[in-house]
């Protein structure tokens, strides 16, 4: 799903991560201190320096050690740059995709089909 704005083309993206259970936050007293500092920092500081506008998001399932992160970005490449410098690559395995509705699957099958 783009969206257009000023000069900005702007996208939705997840940022998929997962981690071992012996690295989790809630068994590491470590990662406990990373997860605090990462959710009482003040993105909107350092959102615009990843040409990232606005987290709609963040889920996590803490038993199955997975999150899932929604960025209104423009690039792949700084989004992945903010998951180093914020922290949150530091204990995570983290995959950045490419993100739609479920309206934007619909638009597109009808595109792609004709119908």
Excluded at 2 to 20: C, P, T, V
Excluded at 30 to 52: G, W
Aim: net charge negative.
């Amino acid at each position: 799903m783009q969206i257009k704005g000023g000069d900005m083309n702007m996208a939705l993206y997840g940022i998929y991560g997962r981690h071992e259970i012996n690295t989790c936050p809630w068994n590491n007293v470590e990662n406990a201190k990373r997860v605090i500092q990462i959710a009482n920092s003040d993105f909107s500081q350092m959102l615009p320096k990843y040409k990232i506008d606005k987290i709609l998001g963040q889920y996590h399932s803490g038993l199955e050690h997975t999150f899932l992160w929604i960025l209104d970005a423009e690039d792949p490449h700084l989004i992945e740059q903010f998951a180093v410098d914020s922290g949150m690559a530091s204990f995570n395995e983290v995959r950045i995709v490419p993100l739609t509705t479920f309206q934007g699957v619909a638009e597109g099958s009808k595109k792609i089909h004709g119908l």
